[in-house]
């Protein structure tokens, strides 16, 4: 029963990682190595603004069938340009960057990255917050929710039924700060912001590929 939660489990993080792809949730050393050079590639200026804030640094903490995660998000020029590492224990075990234009999935034990596709629009990777956003046919599932405090900030917060499941939302201008994904199978598999830090400054190279990293297309 124990493993099979698990695996739920995992299937539901997967979906939560699937968000971050949909339109409108201790700091690596690994991003900072000088960045490889991609030629004619510049990073265009979006009038969207994906974020209500310019730059900012979150650290999430992942609960699920007594287990805990930690990743932490980058972002800058409003969540034009986004990385998210994510941890086991102490060591980054994956991240995920956008430049502006193009996607990685970077491995950093196998220094490999492998090309996502495109991440523009100013839309970045990770799930934007905003009620306006959710197709129509959510909206249908879905309630507002009385706002709610995490990490020191008052998100508004809202919920979907899916019925196997139910996800709720908080977050913080456009910041996605909280999903909690309820279901009799696995339970509770909670991802919330435990610390914000707001406009600072983020290395350029923390959204590059590292200039010792081999890129190849996914599936590859």
Same mark, same amino acid.
């Given at each position: 029963?124990?493993?099979?939660?698990?695996?739920?489990? %995992?299937? !539901?993080?997967?979906?939560?990682? %699937?968000?971050?792809?949909?339109?409108? #949730?201790?700091?690596?050393?690994?991003?900072?190595?000088?960045?490889?050079?991609?030629?004619?590639?510049?990073?265009?200026?979006?009038?969207?603004?994906?974020?209500? !804030?310019?730059?900012?640094?979150?650290?999430?903490?992942?609960?699920? #069938?007594?287990?805990? $995660?930690?990743?932490?998000?980058? $972002? =800058?020029?409003?969540?034009?340009?986004?990385? =998210?590492?994510? *941890?086991?224990?102490? =060591?980054?075990?994956? !991240?995920?960057?956008?430049?502006?234009?193009?996607?990685? =999935?970077?491995?950093?034990?196998?220094?490999?990255?492998?090309?996502?596709?495109?991440?523009?629009?100013?839309?970045?990777? %990770?799930?934007? $917050?905003?009620?306006?956003?959710?197709?129509?046919?959510?909206?249908?599932?879905?309630?507002?929710?009385?706002?709610?405090?995490?990490?020191?900030?008052?998100?508004? %917060?809202?919920? !979907?039924?899916?019925?196997?499941?139910?996800?709720?939302?908080?977050?913080?201008?456009?910041?996605?700060? *909280?999903?909690?994904?309820?279901?009799?199978?696995?339970?509770?598999?909670?991802?919330?912001? #435990?610390?914000?830090?707001?406009?600072?400054?983020?290395?350029?190279?923390? $959204?590059?590929?590292?200039?010792?990293?081999?890129?190849?297309?996914?599936?590859?």
């Amino acid at each position: 029963m124990k493993t099979r939660q698990i695996l739920l489990a %995992a299937a !539901i993080l997967v979906a939560f990682s %699937a968000c971050k792809n949909k339109p409108g #949730v201790t700091k690596g050393a690994e991003t900072t190595a000088p960045v490889q050079a991609v030629e004619n590639k510049t990073t265009e200026a979006y009038t969207f603004h994906k974020y209500g !804030i310019k730059s900012g640094i979150v650290t999430f903490e992942t609960s699920m #069938v007594g287990m805990k $995660f930690k990743s932490v998000l980058y $972002f =800058d020029d409003y969540g034009a340009k986004e990385a =998210d590492e994510k *941890y086991t224990g102490e =060591d980054v075990k994956s !991240i995920s960057v956008c430049d502006g234009k193009e996607r990685y =999935d970077l491995k950093p034990s196998q220094k490999t990255a492998f090309s996502g596709g495109t991440c523009g629009y100013g839309r970045g990777i %990770a799930f934007r $917050f905003a009620w306006d956003e959710v197709s129509k046919e959510d909206q249908a599932k879905g309630k507002k929710l009385a706002n709610m405090s995490v990490a020191g900030k008052d998100c508004e %917060a809202f919920s !979907i039924d899916l019925g196997t499941s139910v996800t709720v939302y908080a977050g913080w201008k456009n910041i996605c700060l *909280y999903l909690k994904t309820s279901s009799k199978e696995v339970g509770d598999v909670v991802m919330q912001a #435990v610390k914000i830090e707001e406009n600072v400054e983020i290395p350029a190279g923390k $959204f590059q590929v590292p200039s010792d990293y081999q890129i190849k297309k996914a599936g590859f």
